[in-house]
T-cell receptor, first 117, second 115 residues
Framework: GAVVSQHPSRVICKSGTSVKIECRSL??????MFWYRQFPKQSLMLMAT?????????EQGVEKDKFLINHASLTLSTLTVTSAHPEDSSFYIC?????????????FGPGTRLTVT | AQKVTQAQTEISVVEKEDVTLDCVYE???????LFWYKQPPSGELVFLIR??????QNEISGRYSWNFQKSTSSFNFTITASQVVDSAVYFC????????????FGTGTRLQVFP
C-alpha cells in the first residue's frame, strides 16, 4: 500500500513552453501533498505544500506564478512549470501524506526528470 | 535555524562490511522528528525510520540500526553486513517547529557496496 505515482517520469520541453507534472496517491487519500526539487547529486528542497481545495503554500524564494500547483482532489496534485527555461531543468519529486489524525509519514513518488532545451 | 549535515559525501565498502552513515542536526525546537530515507538509482525515496526527540532509544531493524544521541545532536545509521542492494543515496531529514510537515534534508551520502 501507500503508493504514489508521478507522470511523466521524464519530459523534455523547449524553452518558453509549459509542462505539467501529475502526482497521484494510488491507494490512499492525501489532503496534503508536497513538491520537492532535487538538483544533480544534491539534496531535496521543498518547493511548496499543496492542500486539497486550497491554495498551495510556497517556500521562500519559489515563484508561485512560475510553479503553479493545483490540488483538485484528494488523490491528485499537479505542478505546472510555466514558461520553462533551462535553469528549471531538475528532478521534481512529490510526496503525499495520508489524510487522518496522527498520520505523519510522507510517501514519495518516483520523481519526474525535466529537461528544458 | 534548522539544518541537517551529512558530512560523508560518498562511501565505498565491500560486501559484508559494516558501514555507518553520519547525520548531525541543528534545531532550537525541543520537539522535532528525525528521519532516514533511501534513494536507490530509480529515484524513489524509501522511508526507513522516524524518531521523535523524546525517544532516544536506539533502534534495530534487521541489518539496520540507528543511534540517536541528543547530547551530540546526531542520528547515525549503521548497516551491518552490507549488501550490493544497499547501494543508494541515503538522506537524513529533520522536521521541527510549528510545521512538522516540512522536511529539511541533508545533502545525502552515496553508499556504494561492491561485491
Amino acid at each position: 500500500g501507500a503508493v504514489v505515482s508521478q507522470h511523466p517520469s521524464r519530459v523534455i520541453c523547449k524553452s518558453g513552453t509549459s509542462v505539467k507534472i501529475e502526482c497521484r496517491s494510488l491507494d490512499f487519500q492525501a489532503t496534503t501533498m508536497f513538491w520537492y526539487r532535487q538538483f544533480p547529486k544534491q539534496s531535496l528542497m521543498l518547493m511548496a505544500t499543496s492542500n486539497e481545495g486550497s491554495k498551495a503554500t510556497y517556500e521562500q524564494g519559489v515563484e508561485k506564478d512560475k510553479f503553479l500547483i493545483n490540488h483538485a482532489s484528494l488523490t491528485l496534485s499537479t505542478l505546472t512549470v510555466t514558461s520553462a527555461h533551462p535553469e528549471d531543468s531538475s528532478f521534481y519529486i512529490c510526496s503525499a501524506r495520508p489524510s487522518g489524525l496522527g498520520s505523519y509519514e510522507q510517501y514519495f513518488g518516483p520523481g519526474t526528470r525535466l529537461t528544458v532545451t | 535555524a534548522q539544518k541537517v549535515t551529512q558530512a560523508q559525501t560518498e562511501i565505498s565498502v565491500v560486501e559484508k562490511e559494516d558501514v555507518t552513515l553520519d547525520c548531525v542536526y541543528e534545531t532550537r525546537d525541543t520537539t522535532y522528528y528525525l528521519f532516514w530515507y533511501k534513494q536507490p538509482p530509480s529515484g524513489e525515496l524509501v522511508f526507513l525510520i522516524r524518531r521523535n526527540s523524546f525517544d532516544e532509544q536506539n533502534e534495530i531493524s534487521g541489518r539496520y540500526s540507528w543511534n540517536f544521541q541528543k547530547s551530540t545532536s546526531s542520528f547515525n545509521f549503521t548497516i551491518t553486513a552490507s549488501q550490493v542492494v544497499d547501494s543508494a543515496v541515503y538522506f537524513c531529514a529533520l522536521s521541527a517547529g510549528y510545521n512538522t510537515d516540512k522536511l529539511i534534508f541533508g545533502t545525502g551520502t552515496r553508499l556504494q557496496v561492491f561485491p
